[in-house]
């Protein structure tokens, strides 16, 4: 995984991801109540895959613009409408500024220094760090919304964190396994096999749910339980696993960590607004729509 093992994403990362919470917490403060989704968890997203990609501070906004565009002519695809003209200008406009950071080749950013030690083509450099666009704004902003939401629903969860900070680590985990932020990915077969008495033929699509492979009571006792102390807390594929595990799990998790302490530690009292109710919803991507808590 080269620039992405944990000590280099420690090294690259965990003083930027830092300041960026404590800078979004700074905004929120004085207020006493917020979004957590779309004023916390979003820009931290972004913000941190600004910098993976070697972008400057103030490109935040393009890069969620180019996400929006990207995101939508996906979504237009999936639905058999083709590209759209806005997704085709996004990739575009992302590709030529790509280039440029891989020309720089400082290896001042993850991309860079990907570039630096890859046998990979500058296009699918390109092809890969949108993935990463994708993965690091979506499921990010996902797994850090629902560790909030699963630990402020469950009051008794949430004292043992504040009792035991080390525990935060644990909570990111098991909400991870209950509601990873992608819920369902797809997989072709590379051979003729039987799963379960079903035959799959090699080239088939086999879409699979993390969200049930992680309630697997053979693997996890008492599976749809919230359990800080549960053993092998990390054998859930909320990131896949083998050759196809997430290349940026060291970063989310690094971002998740940092976010939930700094929350519970900089704003007290934390708690889900009782008069707006958030819940987690999606099939195939999954997080709360909003995420309103009040402090103080």
Known sequence: ??????????????????????????????????????????????????????????????????????????????????????????????????????ADGRGASLLAAVAAGSELSVEQIIS??????????????????????????????LELVRAEPALVQAAIEESLRLEPAAA????????????????????????????????????????EAFDLRRAGLRRHIAFAQGPHVCVGIHLARLEARVALSSLLTRLPGLRLDPERRSEVRGLVFRKPLELHVLWG
């Open 1 to 102: 995984m080269g620039p992405f093992r944990p000590i280099q994403v420690r090294d690259r990362f965990a003083e930027a991801t830092g300041a960026a919470v404590n800078a979004l917490i700074d905004e929120l403060k004085p207020a006493g109540r917020a979004e957590l989704r779309r004023a916390f968890a979003g820009p931290l997203a972004a913000l941190i895959v600004a910098r993976a990609l070697g972008l400057r501070e103030g490109e935040v906004a393009a890069v969620l613009s180019w996400y929006d565009a990207i995101v939508a002519s996906v979504t237009s695809i999936t639905a058999g409408a083709g590209l759209t003209r806005d997704g085709e200008r996004a990739f575009a406009a992302l590709s030529e500024r790509l280039r440029e950071v891989i």
């Open 184 to 223: 369902v990915i797809d997989r072709y077969a590379t051979a003729d096999v039987q799963l379960a008495g079903a035959p799959i033929n090699a080239g088939e699509l086999v879409r699979v749910s993390i969200s049930a492979a992680n309630r697997d009571p053979a693997v996890f006792a008492a599976p």
């Open 128 to 157: 890969n760090a949108a993935v990463l666009l994708f993965g690091g704004i979506e499921t990010t902003e996902g797994m850090i919304a629902n560790a909030v939401l699963a630990l402020l629903e469950r009051p008794a969860q």
